[in-house]
């Protein structure tokens, strides 16, 4: 940055340094005021010099000007702001008129359909397959896709974000390099060919429940607790078979016991007054002691 000498008058706060240099926004503040009206007193005193409208120190000069008044130079400071706001304003407008307005909408829409896409709660796949197939896991990622509405351009980039461990280290190391740029379609052949089946022998594995399983992915888990409120003629305890039976398969491996977990949504979305009699699951219990004690609730609710 250019410095001239240091300067004295406190009417220079918020165009010099915190060591009292005039910079090269000062000087274009000083040719701007002598260029707009050069009968204006501009001119500062400097270590018992001058400066002219250029910024200069003009020794020549006697210190017979005034300073300029605060509330004149404050004024010009006022009219120097608005113009530079303005300019502003005017090139960043210029900017953005050269540039398709797709590029901006391309980078909103990828980020927003980005945030959706991890706000549904994706399941992690990392190779092992104990908690989640790999079948299962594809229809997963293309159940999100789907109901998300995610443009094809961000399926790989979306779901290889969503491989852990063993997995990610293959995508890393070897997927990726052999496709890139590759489609879904691509991607699924890939990542079968390494960790799973044949699709065809695997490729009805969602159609166990589909009613369940297509219920839970539409609100997809906005709730994420079981409710049989929505199934007016099925029992409590085929109801709750079905919902197990549909969500082991997508909870998260870092929740723990997918078997506990799922106990704890189907308490959880009990009604109040019955949730109040039933106590929380503990390790070992299972599914059959849990309709157990909902049955028992149910009655003593009834009783009331």
Not at 48 to 54: F, V
Not at 137 to 162: K, N, P
Request: proline share 7%; charged share 20%; net charge negative.
């Amino acid at each position: 940055m250019d410095r001239c000498p240091k300067v004295t008058s406190s009417n220079l706060i918020g165009y010099h340094t915190s060591r009292g240099h005039i910079t090269r926004a000062s000087n274009l503040l000083l040719q701007f005021v002598g260029a707009t009206n050069p009968s204006a007193s501009i001119t500062w005193l400097v270590h018992g010099n001058e400066l002219d409208r250029a910024g200069r120190p003009n020794h020549s000069m006697a210190a017979r000007h005034v300073v300029l008044a605060e509330r004149k130079l404050t004024t010009y400071v006022y009219a120097v702001a608005a113009y530079v706001r303005r300019v502003v304003t005017e090139l960043v407008s210029e900017r953005d008129s050269c540039l398709p307005v797709s590029q901006f909408e391309t980078m909103d829409d990828d980020r927003d359909a980005a945030l959706v896409f991890y706000g549904m709660q994706p399941l992690l796949f990392d190779g092992t397959q104990r908690t989640v197939s790999l079948a299962g896991w594809l229809y997963d990622m293309e159940s999100i896709f789907g109901i998300c509405h995610i443009e094809a351009h961000l399926q790989v980039l979306l779901a290889t974000r969503c491989l852990a461990v063993e997995a990610r280290v293959w995508w890393m190391t070897e997927g990726e390099p052999a496709m890139p740029g590759g489609t879904w379609a691509d991607f699924r052949i890939l990542i079968t060919a390494r960790y799973g089946p044949p699709p065809d022998e695997d490729a009805n594995m969602p159609a166990r429940d589909p009613e369940i399983y297509n219920d839970m992915y539409l609100s997809r888990f906005l709730s994420y607790v079981a409710d049989w409120s929505a199934y007016p003629n099925e029992s409590m305890g085929h109801y709750c078979r079905r919902f197990q039976e549909a969500m082991l398969p997508h909870i998260p491996p870092a929740i723990g016991d997918p078997l506990l977990q799922a106990l704890f949504l189907i308490r959880e979305g009990l009604p109040p007054h019955v949730r109040a009699f039933v106590p929380e699951p503990i390790a070992g219990m299972t599914l059959e002691g849990m309709i157990e004690i909902i049955t028992e609730a149910e009655i003593i609710v009834q009783g009331i």
